[in-house]
């Protein structure tokens, strides 16, 4: 087993009540608080009323609007304003985006420049504002971990700001909330946890441990989320969900492991920047084609692994037949949800192929470190299969 460290500083507050419970636990912060969320359905839905009213006697300013891959204009933006306000805290009510983008924004306004100098060097973060969460989507996590992904539009890069300043002080977790999720932002999301669940399971070195971690989070997703979608009201699969999308990407997966440079995440960063697709519909599309380039008899056990202790397949099968087979078993899971099979279907072409697959070394960990390594030439081989 590799040595690691692990550090999961934020409180979970899960359960139909939870949102009752914000005031008390944003009290000690202070009174002005800013409240950041993105389209109107957290408006049609009336959680954000809920919200409000949970924070009866907080002084509240908000800001809408946040994009799905939030861009760094928003951040600064609401910082901005979180200054003119003085506000003494945020809460992010939404999904992962309008987390994230919160992250972002908590860092922005105790810096003196462009938010993205942040997000392109996160030793520059020396504080933050204190950061709450009120989740409504399962996904990517970010409710329970520090890192965030913004994007930039002028330069067409979509990359990760981290400290340990922006784990959120809180995160409050009612399924029930998600009930009002779309079916195509459910599957999406459940792609998104499945995804982050393969970087850190298929690694070059495992442990029984993390193992049993992920392959507990893979066989939750594939058994709920055609619940969720089915039958949006079923609050035990919610609940689920909302587990696996908080335990999903907080490092918890991936102790002891040899650490993985997550190459989906790298390919699929560089496709929503360019083309600002739904982050979990471009995992989802990439993620068997990545699987296909990754599959050698040296990998192949590791896959078979996969299919007999995730799908059920029988372990006395021969290990490549295996491994093929629990490829095409998460294709087709992807399929049945409603996700899109390819990257054309979402308006991709491979105009910006040779710049992407140029760019991911200038701002990531190197893809060498991957289960099968993979240079340029091996992200170009996965776009293209992905088309």
């Avoid at 700001?161 to 779309?182: E, G, M, N, T």
């Avoid at 979402?346 to 070394?361: K, N, R, T």
Wanted: net charge negative; charged share 20%; proline share 6%.
């Amino acid at each position: 087993m590799h040595s690691f460290e692990l550090y999961m500083p934020t409180r979970l507050v899960y359960g139909a009540d939870s949102i009752e419970k914000l005031a008390a636990a944003a009290a000690p912060y202070g009174k002005r608080v800013l409240i950041t969320y993105g389209g109107g359905s957290v408006v049609r839905s009336g959680l954000l009323d809920r919200v409000k009213k949970a924070l009866t006697g907080f002084e509240v300013v908000e800001f809408s609007g946040i994009e799905p891959n939030p861009r760094v204009t928003s951040v600064n933006a609401a910082a901005k304003l979180a200054r003119e306000q003085k506000a003494d805290f945020i809460v992010a009510v939404g999904g992962g985006s309008v987390i994230d983008a919160s992250k972002a924004i908590a860092a922005a306004v105790k810096y003196d420049g462009d938010a993205w100098d942040l997000v392109k060097d996160g030793s520059l973060i020396k504080d933050a504002l204190p950061l709450f969460s009120v989740l409504t989507l399962a996904a990517t996590g970010s409710e329970y971990d520090a890192p965030g992904v913004i994007s930039n539009m002028d330069t067409n890069e979509k990359q990760a700001i981290s400290s340990p300043l922006l784990f959120p002080k809180a995160s409050f977790c009612d399924p029930s909330v998600s009930a009002s999720v779309p079916a195509w932002h459910t599957a999406a999301g459940a792609a998104d946890i499945m995804s982050h669940t393969f970087e850190q399971y298929l690694v070059i070195e495992g442990n029984d441990v993390s193992d049993g971690f992920c392959e507990t989070i893979l066989k939750t997703v594939i058994k709920n989320a055609p619940i969720c979608i089915k039958d949006p009201t079923n609050l035990e699969s919610r609940s689920a969900m909302m587990l696996a999308s908080s335990f999903g990407c907080c490092g918890l997966l991936a102790i002891g492991n040899m650490p993985s440079p997550w190459p989906c995440h790298a390919i699929e960063h560089e496709i929503s920047a360019w083309h600002d697709i739904t982050h979990g519909v471009g995992l989802a599309i990439i993620t068997p084609h990545w699987m296909r380039y990754s599959l050698n008899e040296k990998t192949a056990p590791r896959f078979a692994q996969y299919a007999v202790n995730v799908w059920g397949m029988d372990p006395k099968g021969d290990v490549m037949e295996l491994a093929n087979a629990a490829i095409d078993k998460t294709a087709e899971f992807f399929a049945s949800i409603g996700i899109p099979q390819r990257l054309s279907e979402v308006g991709v072409d491979d105009s910006h192929f040779e710049a992407m697959a140029d760019h991911i070394p200038t701002c990531w960990w190197p893809l060498s470190g991957a289960l099968r390594p993979i240079d340029k030439a091996g992200v170009i081989e996965i776009l293209r299969a992905s088309l």
